[in-house]
């Protein structure tokens, strides 16, 4: 299996019909902390985290590694998409040693299909950088959206099973799959 970081990073940024995905620079540190701080944007993901704490976590730089990508439409960063490998101490146990795709917009963004467009555009770069492997997804249920764009995406629906506190939807995608 190999390791995210084994890819080329960071890579040329990823051009779609109307956005950017790019690794991470200065001028992202603001809407990185806007995104967790947001009880719209964090709803489905445990909530949102303190505005005062994220200033003091955020480095000044967001975090730059292989599959964490920031979303830019006109200029303006958006949203983060990411690839992540789980380890075994990850809750949705299934996702444990799998890639796992995840994805923030802010609520501005939602809507205007720029989830859709960067999410595939991600899952295209990671099937050029790792043939074959598959992809993973967890969202709560009653994420309804995200369900939706699972599917959308071309995720197929392996199991329901509950985690942190509620019933999760769990998705593979394979770029092998027709």
């Given at each position: ?16 019909e109307?956005?950017v ?55 303006a ?11 075994a101490?990850?809750?949705i ?43 993973v997804?967890?969202t ?20 329901r ?12 995608w ?5």
């Open positions: 299996m190999a390791e995210l970081g084994s890819v080329e990073w960071p890579p040329t940024p990823i051009r779609t109307r956005l995905l790019r690794a991470p620079a200065a001028q992202d540190r603001a809407v990185v902390i806007e995104l967790h701080a947001s009880p719209e944007v964090s709803a489905f993901i445990g909530g949102p985290q303190p505005r005062d704490e994220l200033e003091r976590l955020v480095p000044l730089v967001p975090r730059q590694r292989p599959g964490g990508f920031v979303v830019e439409f006109d200029g960063t958006i949203g983060v998409v990411s690839l992540e490998r789980r380890d101490s990850y809750e146990r299934p996702a444990a040693g799998k890639v796992d795709l995840g994805y923030l917009f802010l609520p501005s963004a939602w809507g205007k299909g720029y989830a859709t467009e960067a999410c595939a555009a991600t899952l295209r770069w990671f099937a050029d950088a790792l043939p074959g492997e598959p992809v997804l967890a709560q249920t009653a994420n309804e959206a995200a369900v939706r764009l699972a599917v959308r995406l071309g995720f197929a629906e392996v199991k099973l509950e985690a942190y506190g509620t019933e999760q939807w769990f998705g593979v394979s770029a092998a799959r027709p």
